[in-house]
């Protein structure tokens, strides 16, 4: 029954996320919702900076380097 309700709730937030205009950064390294929700990551300020595209995101480029 989780499962399956897991299984819906990632199918409807995918239809969201491929309909929503916004997020486009972030859509180019997560294309799918299902694939996110199993990946560990740790979520640091550049990582938030890099793939929102806000705070000094040419700083944060240029350091990965």
Known sequence: MISE???IS???WQTEWD???KGKITKEY???VADRLYMRIN???NFTSM???HGNIRYTCTDLK
């Open 51 to 53: 793939v929102t595209g």
């Open 19 to 21: 309909l929503t205009t």
């Open 43 to 45: 979520i640091t300020h």
């Open 10 to 12: 990632a199918e409807k």
């Open 30 to 32: 997560f294309l799918v």
């Open 5 to 7: 309700l897991g299984e």
